[in-house]
């Protein structure tokens, strides 16, 4: 069974900082395009960075550049997101992705977490 379960999330201060953390399970996803999506109360879940494995390039959704970063340890099948500068619009519920397409929307993939909470508050 695939599971990916993110842990992590939790309320802390503008400017403050966080890592979430996903652990996949059920297969290996070192193929897989890793993610991060966010969906706040009331709107849309967003894309917020992704990485593939065999390029090891990242990408980011502007709102979040130069802020977050996204790292897999492809050994231990754990993708985190660090989260630096937090701001109140980051508060949302962050969720992790595994799929072969990957890319900047949900329909490109396939695996889904169940979603942790950040709440961001000045």
């Known amino acids: 069974q695939v599971q990916l379960v993110e842990s992590g999330g939790k309320s802390v201060q503008v400017g403050g900082s966080l890592r979430l953390s996903c652990a996949a399970s059920?297969?290996?996803?070192?193929?897989?395009?890793m993610a991060w999506f966010r969906q706040a109360t009331g709107k849309e879940r967003e894309f917020v960075a992704n990485?593939?494995?065999?390029?090891?390039?990242?990408y980011y959704a502007p709102s979040v550049k130069g802020r977050f970063s996204i790292s897999r340890d492809n050994a231990k099948n754990i993708v985190y997101l660090q989260m630096n500068s937090l701001k109140p619009e980051d508060t949302a519920v962050y969720y992790c992705?595994?799929?072969?397409?990957?890319?900047?929307?949900?329909?490109?993939?396939?695996?889904w977490g169940q979603g942790t909470q950040v709440t961001v508050s000045s």
């Open positions: 992705a595994a799929g072969r397409l990957g890319g900047a929307l949900a329909r490109g993939y396939d695996y």
């Open positions: 059920g297969r290996t996803f070192s193929s897989d395009c």
């Open positions: 990485m593939r494995n065999n390029t090891a390039t990242a």
